[in-house]
């Protein structure tokens, strides 16, 4: 049996966080929360509108808040974080913190991310300004390497590249168990 009580999946945007998460959630009998769906609803709007209307600062310390207060559930959650979540303040330190949760990234390389992101781009405020694929390419590059030192701090990191959630999620629970 999993000894997890909460297991945090990780990784840059469009890695499949949330689609995996759910997936694994049903296949395990965990409860889902993706952080982004959960702070759309305690705030009563998007996340895109509070990084337009509040700004990215307001909007990295109520991540912290909501993150606490997840934390704090006594039920089993698969929770799908922010592409950003792990990177700032102390969240890296509070998702490793206790014995009743995991971190596991989800690794895709930079090509993979900049198909997925090509199609999704306007709908992502980091990257909504970005026009060409060259920028994007520049962009993801880079964010990416700046990301990697707190994604790898992961206790386990699954490649997401060439392969189904269905695949992904299979992996997870294979390290799980």
């Not at 992996?171 to 168990?177: A, G, H, K, P, V």
């Amino acid at each position: 049996m999993n000894k997890y009580k909460k297991i945090f999946l990780v990784g840059y945007m469009a890695s499949g966080k949330t689609t995996c998460g759910k997936l694994l959630a049903t296949k395990i009998d965990f409860k889902f929360i993706d952080l982004d769906d959960y702070i759309e609803l305690k705030e009563g709007m998007k996340v895109a509108d509070i990084f337009e209307i509040k700004g990215e600062i307001y909007f990295r310390k109520i991540e912290t808040y909501y993150l606490k207060e997840l934390k704090r559930f006594d039920e089993r959650i698969v929770i799908s974080l922010g592409g950003g979540t792990p990177c700032y303040g102390d969240n890296l330190k509070l998702l490793r913190d206790g014995n009743d949760g995991v971190v596991i990234y989800l690794k895709a390389s930079v090509e993979e991310l900049v198909q997925r992101l090509t199609i999704a781009k306007n709908d992502r405020p980091l990257l909504s300004h970005l026009k060409s694929s060259e920028s994007l390419l520049e962009f993801i590059s880079k964010h990416l390497f700046e990301r990697n030192s707190y994604y790898f701090q992961a206790n386990a990191t699954i490649s997401i590249d060439d392969k189904t959630p269905q695949n992904v999620v299979q992996e997870i629970i294979n390290w799980l168990f």
